[in-house]
């Protein structure tokens, strides 16, 4: 539907910002990043490939590795 459909409206324009690869490669590299740190902490913090002692990290994200089919006990 037009907006010149409908009498007495104001028409309304939307413009999209336009972004450059430039712009957003730190984004996509922070992105990522942050995506492969996660995987790791659900993924393989637990035992020998631990980076901090203890099992709490592992506690905490213990449902999301049974939610994502990762090995655990
Ligand atoms: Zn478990």
């Keep these: 539907m037009s ?3 409908i009498p007495n409206e104001p ?3 939307v413009e999209l910002p336009t972004l450059s690869l430039r712009e957003l490669w730190p984004w ?4 990522i990043l ?3 740190l996660a995987v790791y902490f ?3 913090e637990q035992g020998a ?3 901090f002692s203890g099992t709490a990290v592992h506690e905490w ?3 999301a590795r049974h939610l ?3 090995p655990c006990h």
Aim: no cysteine.
């Design 3 to 5: 907006a010149a459909a």
């Design 11 to 13: 028409a309304i324009t």
């Design 28 to 31: 996509i590299l922070f992105s």
């Design 34 to 36: 942050i995506a492969l």
């Design 42 to 44: 659900v993924g393989a």
């Design 49 to 51: 490939t631990s980076v």
């Design 61 to 63: 994200v213990h449902d």
């Design 68 to 70: 994502l089919g990762f």
